[in-house]
Every structure is written in structure tokens, then in C-alpha cells.
């Protein structure tokens, strides 16, 4: 039996926030960065080369659409993944659409604990 349509709908409404969510190149590259773990919105400016108050403005839309969290350690906050299976979603992207060479923007030196633990 099918659905209700109410539910279908409210299914739809959801993955409609999920792709519009998605639909911006700095949320995008956002995504790619924190690929490999989390990161500071310090890391994230220092390679993505955005300003910090811009950049927060797109980790809240992925925090929203439920893609990311964050975790505060001390000044600094860190944000990760939660929802890995949207890596799936963009690499089928990619297979549509290849992506742009070279997602980071800057390979500058970042100031953060993270950074600078790795550095040493």
C-alpha cells in the first residue's frame, strides 16, 4: 500500500532542505574540508579563505539541515560531520559533475591548537 500522501510530502519537504542545504560552494567546499575530520571555523577561513562571520553562516545551514555538529574546547570550536553518508551524495554529484580542482582555497598557516600541534 502507499504511503499517505502527508508523509510523502513531508518526506519530500526533507530531502528538499537536505539538497538546498547543499546547494551553495562554500557549504560544499565546507563539506569536503571536514572530510578528513573535524575542524575550527580558524581552519576552515585560514584554507578556505572566507571571512569567519561568513563562514559561520554556512556551518549553521549544515548544522540545521543535520549534517554537522560542533564541540566547543575552550575559544575554540570544532566542527565534524555527522551524517557521513552525505560523502555517497557527493560523490555521486561528482560523477555527474566533476568537481573543481583543488577545494581548498589557501594552504596558509592556521593558528589553531589543531594546526599547531601538527606543525611540531
Given at each position: 500500500?502507499?504511503?499517505?500522501?502527508?508523509?510523502?510530502?513531508?518526506?519530500?519537504?526533507?530531502?528538499?532542505?537536505?539538497?538546498?542545504?547543499?546547494?551553495?560552494?562554500?557549504?560544499?567546499?565546507?563539506?569536503?574540508?571536514?572530510?578528513?575530520?573535524?575542524?575550527?571555523?580558524?581552519?576552515?577561513?585560514?584554507?578556505?579563505?572566507?571571512?569567519?562571520?561568513?563562514?559561520?553562516?554556512?556551518?549553521?545551514v549544515?548544522?540545521?539541515?543535520?549534517?554537522?555538529?560542533?564541540?566547543?574546547?575552550?575559544?575554540?570550536?570544532?566542527?565534524?560531520?555527522?551524517?557521513?553518508?552525505?560523502?555517497?551524495v557527493?560523490?555521486?554529484?561528482?560523477?555527474?559533475?566533476?568537481?573543481?580542482?583543488?577545494?581548498?582555497?589557501?594552504?596558509?598557516?592556521?593558528?589553531?591548537?589543531?594546526?599547531?600541534?601538527?606543525?611540531?
Amino acid at each position: 500500500m502507499n504511503e499517505p500522501p502527508a508523509l510523502e510530502k513531508s518526506s519530500s519537504d526533507a530531502r528538499a532542505q537536505l539538497l538546498k542545504a547543499l546547494a551553495h560552494p562554500v557549504r560544499l567546499a565546507i563539506l569536503e574540508a571536514l572530510h578528513d575530520g573535524e575542524h575550527c571555523v580558524c581552519h576552515l577561513e585560514a584554507h578556505l579563505g572566507y571571512r569567519q562571520a561568513y563562514i559561520s553562516q554556512q556551518l549553521s545551514v549544515l548544522r540545521e539541515a543535520g549534517l554537522i555538529e560542533d564541540r566547543r574546547d575552550g575559544w575554540n570550536v570544532f566542527y565534524r560531520v555527522i551524517e557521513p553518508r552525505i560523502y555517497d551524495v557527493l560523490a555521486a554529484l561528482r560523477q555527474i559533475l566533476p568537481a573543481d580542482k583543488g577545494t581548498l582555497a589557501n594552504e596558509i598557516a592556521c593558528p589553531c591548537p589543531q594546526c599547531s600541534s601538527e606543525s611540531k
